[in-house]
């Protein structure tokens, strides 16, 4: 008996160092679900609405999941990342005109990051957001810069501070005691109110399902890839990475779905209507004490801190890939900057920025999808990890409610209704 349970023990543990050797690329990516552009859409959305955006959440994370899949998928299968992939299929323009649009969402992607950590040293310890701006851009190139050392540095780095902001939110949503029957019911039954809801819906989902990353993860997964492997390793490979993001999209899930909770549960039922991201933080000491304001302070520094490092190395991926434009990091860094330092020194509400910023991604988000299909449906690139009918048809399901929400949010805007 004794011998059969140290067997049973030896190959548990086994399984258990195969996996962690897989662990990681999700990790990165799942930063990006939890970057302060959630903490502004997930806000306004909880303030305003109550629990009743929390399914846009459930939602959001599903298609995020299987987007994700699919990524890892294309690059353990055809050994080159997403836009690689499209510069080897489509033509020169179309690969221009996808490039634009993605630097243009990257673009929108940063913003938000940086705000998010330049806020976070704001708000945490009073720095001029100006400064706080500079040392956000400083504190990010180090995170990229470890890179040098191997990736599974950085993924060590922004693991630690995806950490950071669950035990933050764990402790938030502790304070704040919400009503879980509530958000048990709006988890499960859609609800859109008026055009201010379809346009925050719009954001959460250009905060979750993100452009940026769907390119990045089919990038991460080379560090794991053999270019001998064969079928049977890409396989098991692809069924490592599926656990992978399955164990980082629900934890960035738990986080996402605690922001709105949160939110709803602390300003909403105090009738407080949130504007800003300082509004979020000062008004938390008061309703739900000392310690609330300051896990809301470090979850926010933390998000910005490693989503603006993930934004970098999503950066390099896209224009490396469509068009091999190989531009130093320094000055790729200093372009994204701009745009956030122009809106800390024109005093622009931030908040305001970067729900905008979020809803702008998910119009980008049709571009990195359509492509991705496209070349996972296909048997002569992809082999025996090609698409299933059902994966193709759940796919251009998920681009269609996509480019529907896109297009309602357009109509409305048209029409004055939000």
Same mark, same amino acid.
């Given at each position: ?40 859409? /997930? ?37 080159? /990342?997403?836009? #690689? ?27 938000? #990051? ?9 708000? @945490? ?5 100006? +400064? ?39 402790? #938030? ?18 609800? @859109? ?21 769907? +390119? @990045? ?112 990091? /320094? ?17 622009? /509400? ?33 082999? #025996? ?24 949010? @357009? ?8």
């Amino acid at each position: 008996m004794d011998k059969k349970r140290d067997i049973k023990s030896t190959r548990s543990l086994s399984k258990i160092r195969q996996l962690l050797k897989f662990l990681g690329p999700a990790f990165i990516i799942s930063v990006a679900y939890i970057d302060p552009g959630n903490f502004a859409t /997930n806000i306004s959305g909880g303030s305003v609405f109550n629990y009743t955006l929390v399914w846009v959440i459930l939602w959001s994370n599903l298609m995020a999941i299987f987007l994700q899949c699919m990524s890892a998928k294309l690059g353990i299968a055809t050994g080159h /990342n997403l836009p #690689e992939m499209c510069s080897i299929i489509f033509s020169k323009k179309v690969n221009w005109f996808l490039w634009i649009c993605a630097e243009f969402a990257a673009m929108a992607t940063d913003l938000a #990051e940086f705000l998010g950590g330049t806020l976070g040293l704001y708000l @945490l310890f009073g720095i001029p957001m100006i +400064y706080a701006g500079l040392l956000t851009g400083v504190i990010t190139y180090i995170i990229v810069y470890l890179e040098k050392y191997g990736q599974r540095v950085v993924e060590a780095i922004i693991s630690a501070l995806v950490a950071v902001i669950c035990i933050a939110y764990s402790i #938030e949503l502790f304070i704040a005691k919400p009503d879980w029957r509530d958000v048990g019911i709006h988890a499960l039954v859609p609800m @859109l109110p008026n055009g201010q809801a379809v346009l925050i819906a719009v954001g959460m989902l250009g905060a979750t399902v993100m452009p940026h990353v769907i +390119y @990045l993860h089919s990038q991460l997964v080379q560090n794991r890839n053999n270019s001998n492997d064969s079928t049977a390793q890409k396989l098991r490979h692809l069924k490592m990475e599926r656990i992978d993001i399955a164990v980082a999209m629900n934890i960035a899930f738990i986080v996402n779905g605690a922001m709105v909770i949160v939110s709803a549960a602390v300003f909403y039922r105090n009738g407080m209507v949130v504007d800003t991201i300082e509004q979020a933080h000062k008004s938390l000491e008061p309703l739900a004490g000392y310690l609330s304001s300051g896990a809301f302070g470090i979850a926010l520094l933390a998000s910005g801190l490693s989503s603006s490092a993930v934004g970098t190395l999503a950066g390099q991926t896209i224009m490396k890939g469509f068009v091999n434009l190989n531009i130093p990091l /320094n000055v790729r860094r200093l372009i994204t900057m701009t745009p956030a330092m122009i809106i800390i020194c024109l005093g622009v /509400n931030p908040m305001k920025a970067l729900v905008i910023s979020q809803v702008s991604l998910s119009f980008a988000l049709p571009l990195a999808i359509i492509p991705m299909i496209l070349i996972t449906g296909r048997r002569d690139l992809m082999g #025996e990890l090609v698409n299933r009918p059902l994966t193709k048809v759940v796919g251009w399901i998920i681009t269609s409610v996509i480019i529907g929400l896109n297009a309602i949010l @357009l109509f409305l805007t048209f029409t004055g209704s939000v």
